[in-house]
C-alpha cells in the first residue's frame, strides 16, 4: 500500500476490475441473492470488466438486503479468508441489516486505519482519549480507568474511554486529568466542547491532535479547532457495513477513497457518474469481502466528487461528505438541498446551547433550542429572520425550547433532520 496510494487512476482501475471480476464470480457462485441479479453479466469473461459493463451491475439498496437476509451470505466462503464475524449496523435509518465479515475484512480494516495514522504523523507511543458511546470492552475499560493498546506492534500508547452521554463539563474536566495526546470524538460532541472551552478559557495541555469519527464534520468546525485550542482535525470515512472508505490527505482537508480496498461510485440522479465539483449518491462495493458482498450498494450517504489531488497520490478524491438523504432540505417548489446553519451567527443572535432543525412537511419546519435563558422577543424574531435566510422562503417556523436534545442511535447527533425524505 506504500506503493499502491502512488499508482496512476488507470493502475489502480485495472487493479479493481481484476478484483471486481473475482468477486462477481464468487457472489453469482455461492450467494443465492446474486443468481438473479447478476444474471445480466451472463456470458461475461472477467478480463472484459470495464467501466461500462460494470454499469450494467444492478445498484443494491438496504431494503433489498434486509429482504434477502441470510441469501446475502455465501455458501462456500473460501477458507483462507479467516474466521466469518457477525456484522450489524446500528439502525441510524430505521433499517438495520445484518452481514458478515472475514479476517480479511478484518485485516483491510486494520491495515487501513494503520495508514491513517502513519498519513497523519500519529505518534504511536502517545496516549489517545476516546469520548464516544460505550459498550462491551469499552464500557469495561472506562470502569477500570485503564486503557487499551489503540496501534498493536507499533507503539506503546494505550486509548482510554470516557461515556459521550456525561455532561460536557464532565468531559472537559476528564480531557484534563488524563493528558492525552490525541483526542478521538464525535464531531457535534467536539463542538461542543470547544464551545465550553471558548467560555472557560480551558486549552488542553499536550493535545497534539483531535481525530473526528461517525458523523459529518462541518469546515466550521474545523476552524473553531484552530481557533479555541491551535490544533487542526484529521477526520474519516467510514460505515459500519464496509469500515474504512475514505481518509482525510495527509496535506488537505478533503478525503482519498481507499481504492485497494473499496470501489467508490458517485452517481447522479441519471445513474451516471459525477463529474468533480458534482453531489450524487455514494455505492460501494466491498472488494475483500466474501462471506457477504455487497456489490454497487447505495448506502444512503450523498458525497461530493473531487478533482485529482495535489499531493500526487492516485487515489480517487471524495472532497465532502454530505450525510443522508434524510439531512437534505425539501422546499416548496419540489426541489432538495442542503442547509447550512452557519453557528457563529445564530450564536451571535441569542445564547443558544444546541439546535436542531427538523422539516415536518413541504411546509413546516419545527426548531428546537436548548437555550441557556429566556429568549426576548427580539431575539426570537431575528432568531427566525436568519433561519428564513438558511432556510429559503415559502416555511413556517415554529421555534422549540427543550431541557436536552438527546443523540441518536449510537451516540450520533444530526443538526438537521428531514421528516418528508423517511427516517
Known sequence: MDDSQWWAPEKLEAAQFRQLGNLLAHSYRTVPYYRDSLKVLDGLRRRELNAEVWSRVPVLDRA???????DMFSRAVPKDHGSISEIRTSGSTGRPVQLQGTGVTRLFFNTLNLRYHIWQGRDFSGSVACIRNLSGAMKSSAARGRGQPWAPTMG???MVYFDITRPVREQIEWLGEVSPKYLLTFPSNLKEMLRLSAETGFKPDGLAGVATMSETLDPSTRQECRDVWD????DTYSTEEAGLIALQCPDHDHYHVQSEHINLEILGPDGQPCPPGSVGRIVLTDLHNFASPLIRYDIGDYGEAGAACACG???PVLARVLGRARNMLSLPSGDKAWPSFPEREMMAIAPIRQF????NNLKSIEARFVVVRPLTGAEEEQLLRYLRKCLGGGFEIDLAYLPEIARGSG???EDFLSM???S
Open 356 to 359: 436542531q432543525i427538523v422539516q
Open 64 to 70: 433489498a438486503v434486509q429482504q434477502a437476509g441470510p
Open 420 to 422: 418528508v425524505n423517511g
Open 313 to 315: 497520490r492516485g487515489l
Open 411 to 413: 451516540g450520533k447527533y
Open 231 to 234: 490544533i487542526p482535525i484529521s
Open 156 to 158: 506503546p500508547g494505550r
